[in-house]
């Protein structure tokens, strides 16, 4: 069995694209994000996706390089996977809700584009994973981990805390977690509680409520922090009340 190249940043940089180009593009990147999820990317060729996309074999050097370009393309597309900036999330003068919400929007729209490409792109995630190219770890070590280490010193703030400890980075993965459910358990709201998630309007109630309950969370670590070591009076914790 043939082992993938892996997939680096040391591929050949995409040309320019033209300014009429976002349609061809585009359809270029959703044919290859349906094949790539369903035979992984040692076995999809680039003509099975010039094919799939009604395109040349040629649009795919234009835009992506290679193969391996448009497989990062894939990865990266904002459609899919919007980026979360450290800066965010632990910006000056951003509050933690105003981090939280910007955090939450980033699962939240893609699902307003359609809950089948997001399907797709996690079963992409998941081939991924047991397929390794490197782009998974490209993607924890680019985006998921800053935008994570970013989460936590924005709590650390909030609780009161000096310095990270486990504590924070359990708050910090239980509340992007929220996020990740909606995505992990697309199936599960379908069978049991579709008008959760299936309009836009339903997603933007969910995005308030995500908000509200990751601020309850945050402020009873703050308590329990303050229960276990009283904050002194030059420097309170403070707390506030978010009903969700």
Same mark, same amino acid.
């Given at each position: 069995m043939s082992i993938p190249s892996p997939v680096t940043s040391e591929a050949p940089a995409p040309k320019? !694209?033209?300014?009429d180009g976002v349609e061809a593009r585009n359809r270029l990147l959703d044919a290859a994000l349906a094949l790539f999820a369903e035979h992984g990317f040692s076995k999809t060729s680039?003509? %099975?996706?010039? &094919?799939?996309? &009604? /395109? $040349?074999?040629? /649009?795919?050097?234009?835009?992506?390089?290679?193969k391996a370009g448009l497989y990062r393309a894939v990865f990266s597309d904002p459609r899919t996977n919007p980026p979360v900036p450290p800066e965010a999330l632990e910006g000056e003068g951003v509050s933690l809700e105003q981090g939280l919400r910007g955090m939450y929007l980033s699962f939240l729209e893609p699902l307003k584009q359609g809950h089948v490409r997001q399907q797709q792109y996690m079963k992409l995630c998941?081939?991924?994973?047991?397929?390794?190219?490197?782009?998974? &770890?490209?993607?924890? %070590?680019?985006?998921?981990?800053?935008?994570h280490h970013a989460l936590t010193r924005t709590l650390c703030r909030h609780a009161?805390?000096?310095?990270?400890d486990d504590d924070i980075?359990?708050?910090?993965?239980?509340?992007?977690g929220?996020?990740? !459910?909606?995505?992990?358990? $697309?199936d599960l709201y379908a069978q049991?509680?579709?008008?959760?998630? $299936?309009?836009? %309007? /339903?997603?933007?109630?969910?995005?308030?409520?995500?908000v509200s309950y990751a601020l309850v969370l945050a402020d009873a670590e703050a308590l329990r922090r303050r229960a276990v070591t009283? /904050?002194?009076?030059?420097?309170?914790?403070?707390?506030?009340?978010?009903?969700?």
């Open positions: 320019p !694209m033209r300014s680039i003509r %099975e996706i010039a &094919q799939a996309a &009604q /395109a $040349n074999v040629a /649009a795919i050097s234009y835009y992506f390089g290679d998941f081939r991924e994973m047991l397929e390794p190219t490197g782009a998974w &770890q490209h993607e924890i %070590e680019a985006n998921i981990a800053p935008a009161g805390v000096a310095e990270v980075h359990r708050l910090a993965f239980t509340l992007s929220l996020g990740v !459910m909606l995505h992990v358990g $697309n049991i509680r579709p008008g959760l998630v $299936n309009t836009p %309007e /339903a997603l933007d109630v969910y995005l308030d409520r995500l009283p /904050a002194s009076p030059h420097s309170p914790v403070s707390t506030s009340s978010h009903a969700p």
